[in-house]
């Protein structure tokens, strides 16, 4: 069912989306500190171009005026073009030393929002940030929501109305009513809350799959319809949820530690989805040996296109 993209392993890959003016799939190696990208048709053996960055990249997306917008460890950048160097829009207001950026993306109006991630892990200290830089205006980085530890699971409804944001060591994805045009979130609440992980379990067979734990909401996306695709960390899976929160799907993966899962192709139904071996055992890796890489198969809805940072 899956094929791993060759060539693609990566530590751990986050934030990919699909091009499609370029029909490439890009995305980021964090501990890496590198985007990736492919040339050439994603069906006859792609070449990976790799571009080095001075720190930990959190995400990142296409700009419309061409190159990319990037969320680094200190501060979110503007590259004009692959391997320019780099011009800082705004600085973080976080600690750099503690916190960095994690997982963002662009809304359909061309704002880009990125979260953080306390790496400390000791208390819910990250934020979830819009940036706003459309028609030239001074870039300007407001917070929107905050109350996590690690700000992953970023998506958007496809109606523009329901903003989701999940905090990974929580387990639990959150959902606001979202006006785009005023940008103002409202009417919070649990989307999603799933089983923590159970004490002393470990991802090894026997005790792994079959032991109850299905991993915690990484990076995520949204179809067509609507429906939401949460990478389950560690849970070795990705699943499908219904708007009105019902599981509809679940898609076991040949990885334990899937990322972020994104929809491309010219018909948006190849789903895509970036995997991480950075800090897994050996016999995990050797037993999932295509950790680390990025695994794509065919879907029957697909999702809906990348959205462009405006500037």
């Known amino acids: 069912m899956?094929?791993?993209?060759?060539?693609?392993q990566c530590e751990l890959g986050e934030s990919p989306f699909w091009h499609p003016q370029e029909r490439a799939l890009y995305w980021l190696d964090?501990?890496?500190r590198a985007v990736l990208r492919t040339r050439g048709d994603i069906a006859q053996q792609p070449t990976v171009e790799r571009w080095s960055l001075p720190t930990e990249p959190g995400c990142m997306a296409p700009a419309r005026r061409g190159g990319l917008v990037i969320a680094l460890r200190d501060g979110i950048y503007r590259a004009r073009e692959w391997g320019v160097p780099l011009q800082r829009m705004v600085a973080a207001d976080h600690d750099v030393r503690t916190m960095r950026f994690n997982d963002g993306k662009c809304d359909l109006l061309g704002r880009f929002w990125a979260g953080s991630i306390n790496e400390a892990k000791d208390r819910a200290s990250a934020r979830l940030y819009c940036l706003d830089a459309r028609g030239g205006r001074a870039p300007q980085?407001?917070?929107?929501a905050q109350d996590a530890t690690t700000a992953n699971g970023l998506a958007f409804s496809?109606?523009?109305?329901?903003?989701y944001w999940a905090d990974t060591?929580?387990?639990?994805?959150?959902?606001?009513d979202w006006d785009a045009q005023a940008n103002t979130?409202?009417?919070e609440r649990v989307f999603q809350r799933f089983a923590p992980k159970p004490a002393g379990w470990s991802p090894e067979p026997p005790a792994g799959a079959g032991a109850g734990y299905g991993g915690r909401p990484d990076g995520a996306s949204v179809d067509a319809q609507g429906h939401y695709w949460a990478a389950m960390y560690e849970g070795g899976q990705l699943l499908r949820v219904a708007p009105d929160g019902q599981r509809v799907e679940a898609l076991a993966l040949p990885a334990q530690c899937p990322?972020?899962?994104c929809f491309g192709g010219d018909d948006l139904r190849t789903l895509f989805v970036t995997t991480a071996r950075h800090g897994r055992s050996p016999a995990e890796l050797a037993r999932l040996p295509d950790s680390g890489s990025v695994l794509h198969t065919?879907?029957?809805t697909p999702g809906r296109a990348v959205d462009f940072f405006e500037d």
């Open 2 to 8: 899956w094929q791993t993209l060759p060539s693609s």
């Open 30 to 32: 964090i501990p890496g």
């Open 141 to 144: 980085l407001v917070a929107m």
């Open 158 to 163: 496809p109606d523009a109305r329901t903003l």
């Open 169 to 176: 060591p929580s387990h639990a994805v959150r959902a606001w």
């Open 185 to 187: 979130m409202s009417n």
């Open 259 to 261: 990322t972020m899962p």
């Open 298 to 300: 065919r879907v029957d």
